[in-house]
């Protein structure tokens, strides 16, 4: 079984600085995807970026971006140039490639996180 | 709005009772799939559905069970229910193939408290 870990549980950075939440994973799976998902106080989840464990290069969205390390088992999300609007709880995710999807996301238990204006 | 229709929004129900959660996937999404997030368990995968047919079991009760139906809306239906069951249950699809890595979209979610 896969297990998920999100060491932060809640962080703090005044607006306009970069932050990056931390998780690491545990897996004997050597394909896999890994995501990070947004959950505003609107309770919505909300993808923000995704990797997929055979690509060496790391995914960038917009002023988010990854740094992934397959070998440490370790997904860190960067996010530069915060805005208010980051304000939220993120999940680290998991999924296998094997079973086609089956089993569907393991999630950490999540960082909340709070920009300051 | 990622697509992903789940009603009701919210729920109040008293224990023993039996409620049932619809969900209504992304226009041509063929998975379905409900979570669980309460604040002791965090989010747990209950099942998957893919075009009908069961696919997978996470941690779902034998309380619990679900379906999908012709039209792909899916019900997820809780039985018996108990203080501990409140939670907030979201359903989300992913796309038309079962390649794994396709994007999951989540539904807004239904509260459901039980009192």
């Known amino acids: 079984a896969q297990t998920v870990t999100q060491s932060q549980p809640e962080m703090s950075v005044q607006e306009a600085e970069t932050v990056t939440l931390s998780c690491t994973y545990d897996?004997?799976?050597?394909?896999?995807?890994l995501f990070w998902y947004k959950q505003p106080p609107s309770r919505q989840m909300i993808l923000v970026i995704r990797?997929?464990?055979?690509?060496?290069q790391n995914a960038t969205e917009n002023r988010f971006s990854v740094n992934f390390q397959k070998a440490a088992k370790s997904f860190s999300l960067k996010i530069s140039d915060s805005q208010l609007g980051d304000t939220a709880m993120y999940f680290c995710?998991?999924?296998?490639?094997?079973?086609?999807?089956?089993?569907?996301?393991?999630f950490g238990k999540g960082t909340h996180l709070i920009i300051q204006p | 709005d990622s697509g992903v229709t789940q009603t009701p929004k919210h729920l109040i129900t008293a224990t023993g009772q039996r409620v049932t959660l619809r969900c209504s996937p992304r226009?041509?999404?063929?998975?379905v799939y409900w979570y669980q997030q309460s604040l002791d368990q965090g989010l747990q995968f209950l099942i998957q559905?893919?075009?009908?047919?069961?696919?997978a079991k996470g941690n779902i009760l034998e309380r619990f069970s679900a379906q999908q139906f012709p039209d792909l809306h899916s019900e997820l239906n809780l039985s018996s229910l108990e203080l501990g069951d409140s939670a907030l249950y979201f359903c989300?699809?992913?796309?038309?193939?079962?390649?794994?890595?396709?994007?999951?979209?989540f539904g807004e979610g239904s509260w459901l408290t039980v009192v």
């Open positions: 989300a699809s992913s796309g038309r193939d079962p390649t794994p890595g396709n994007t999951i979209y």
């Open positions: 990797q997929e464990a055979y690509k060496q």
């Open positions: 995710a998991f999924m296998k490639h094997e079973g086609g999807g089956a089993d569907g996301l393991t």
């Open positions: 897996t004997s799976e050597n394909n896999y995807y």
């Open positions: 226009s041509g999404d063929l998975s």
């Open positions: 559905y893919y075009n009908g047919e069961e696919r």
